[in-house]
């Protein structure tokens, strides 16, 4: 029954032991890469996956905040000794409802192809300010004409020049917020325009920042993107735009389409590599390079912001040389007149923040600050899911002098700022929550297998440890028992008491007694001497 209890004991205690072991090999170290392969299968882009419905229709809406640069000095423009004074409206708080439509799946790439299609509404509450504000900005129409004139000969430019005059053109228009921006406004510029260029030339009917673009779905192009099927590294990566696979509006690399459309990034980001980010209204993409870590609901994130290689033109970085179009400009803005139907249209961050002085210089009213014009995307590296994101931009227009053409003769070379736009987008704590809870599977798995090589090395190592000890024991218990032995023979020797011959008779009786009492002491009788001594 001993045997069968032991051996029971034993067979259990190593079992669990290897069991736990086993596990908790598996747990500390291969379960992160099978966690890893999971997670990836998760993050690609498909019809059945759990982020498709957010892909197509975010649960949340979306606000863009608008600002104004009211010019409250335009009649001063040629006034050399005058530098434009502005004035910042705003925000104009629209809340954006945006949708992908037009799906289309192609297994063979494992591309995905689509349009954007955004529903805008005036949020008057988060507004500082009305539709209905009268804000004094450039007229973009007659700029355009003179600037599309600038090389042509001599004849055609008077032309341009006279037509501005017949219509009553200014340097400056006086609208309001709502027709600067959706609702637009009607120049006959543009119709006699629509009569003397091709219709691709002058697309629209209307002037206005923002025109066409409220619940349209053309207006930003036709996008195909890597779904990460194939390779979760290209998961978001732009492979077309407009059905090409680069832009024509920019030569050598500067024409391809690197990075992302904005909505996924390959996981596992790196602190050295840039980001990229493709935006359909530059025709560009911009790299957007880390600046630090930065927690984000409890999340670390990295912090990628636009910096001086993100606004440059081949001043500060010869590379990005082939974004300038032939202006050669200080760093801080970027040309895309070619992307904006040849409108001397250049963006920047803004305020002119991250730019070079010069520009600040030319006009008055501007403030660059960076915790409210800086342009920065915080990523949780693991995922590559965006965090917080706060898209800014700020719209300029370069006047200049146009030979030939009366309105535009000594004017200044300016790059005015018209507005800036705000896009902050911050990923909600129920997001967020699932996302912690994701990322501390690996780090609970691998303190779970840690726990259970412990204990499996202590059950496994039970036993024989066990018997160890015991066997230790009774060594120590033979020893301590011999020991006792010896102490007792030597302790209990006997005692013999030397009894004189003479006297044995007298004490016979008490000697008697003690003897049999006490068994350990023997009496022996001796002789004297006649000295005292004992004889034997």
């Known amino acids: 029954m001993h045997f069968k209890e ?3 004991r034993r067979c259990i205690l190593t079992t669990g032991g290897i069991f736990l072991l086993t596990f908790g090999v598996f747990f500390t170290f291969c379960f992160i890469s099978i966690f890893r392969d999971i997670l990836y299968e998760e993050l690609k882009l498909r ?16 606000s863009m905040d608008v600002y104004f640069f009211n010019w409250t000095n335009p009649e001063d423009l040629k006034n050399h000794s005058t530098k434009p004074i502005l004035e910042e409206l705003g925000p104009y708080r629209f809340t954006e409802r945006p949708e992908k439509v ?3 799946w192609h297994d063979r790439n494992s591309t995905v192809s689509y349009r954007k299609k955004s529903v805008y509404f005036f949020d008057e509450e988060g507004s500082n300010g009305s539709l209905d504000d009268v804000i004094s900005s450039i007229n973009v129409v007659a700029l355009s004409a003179a600037n599309r004139a600038r090389s042509w000969d001599y004849i055609r430019r008077k032309t341009v020049s006279m037509g501005l005059n017949l219509y009553d053109q200014d340097v400056y228009v006086a609208k309001t917020a709502g027709e600067l921006l959706f609702d637009g406004y009607e120049d006959n510029m543009v119709l006699m325009g629509k009569q003397l260029f091709d219709a691709s030339e002058v697309p629209f009917d209307r002037v206005g920042w923002f025109y066409t673009r409220n619940n349209s779905a053309d207006l930003i ?40 459309a904005g909505e996924f990034y390959p996981p596992n980001l790196s602190k050295e590599v840039p980001i990229q980010l493709f935006t359909p209204d530059m025709c560009r993409s911009l790299p957007l390079d880390f600046e630090k870590e930065e927690v984000v609901a409890g999340i670390k994130g990295y912090k990628y912001a636009g910096g001086p290689r993100t606004v440059d033109n081949g001043t500060l970085f010869p590379e990005t040389a082939c974004f300038n179009s032939g202006e050669i400009v200080p760093s ?19 305020h002119f923040y991250g730019a070079d002085e010069f520009y600040l210089n030319q006009v008055e ?41 009366a309105l535009y003769e000594d004017v200044p070379r300016i790059f005015l700022p018209v507005l800036w736009f705000e896009q902050h987008v911050t990923m909600k704590p129920e997001f967020t929550g699932e996302i912690a809870q994701a990322l501390s599977i690996p780090t609970t798995a691998r303190i779970c297998g840690i726990v259970m090589i412990v204990l499996g090395a202590i059950m496994v190592a039970w036993i024989p440890v066990e018997r160890l000890m015991f066997r230790n024991r009774r060594r120590d218990v033979v020893t301590d028992t011999s020991t006792e032995k010896v102490l007792l023979q030597q302790n209990l020797a006997k005692t013999t008491i030397l009894v004189p011959e003479k006297e044995k008779e007298a004490a016979g009786d008490k000697l008697s007694t003690i003897v049999e009492a006490h068994p350990l002491i023997e009496c022996k009788t001796v002789r004297l001497g006649e000295n005292g001594t004992t004889k034997t």
């Open 332 to 350: 801080g803005v970027l040309n895309i007149s070619a992307c904006r139907f040849g409108t001397p249209v250049f963006m920047s961050f803004p």
């Open 365 to 405: 009213g501007l403030n660059p600050d960076k915790s409210k014009h800086q342009f920065y995307m915080t990523m949780e590296p693991t995922t590559g899911i965006p965090l917080d994101v706060a898209a800014r931009f700020q719209l300029n227009i370069l006047i200049q002098s146009h030979p030939s053409i």
């Open 221 to 260: 192009g036709h996008y195909n993107v890597h779904t990460g099927v194939d390779d979760i590294a290209k998961i978001g990566s732009m492979a077309e735009w407009n059905y090409k696979p680069r832009t024509n509006f920019f030569a050598e690399h500067c024409g391809m389409l690197n990075g992302s």
């Open 47 to 62: 019809p059945t996956s759990r982020g498709y419905d957010a892909w197509v229709t975010p649960p949340f809406p979306l």
């Open 6 to 8: 032991v051996c029971n």
């Open 102 to 104: 037009d799906i289309v």
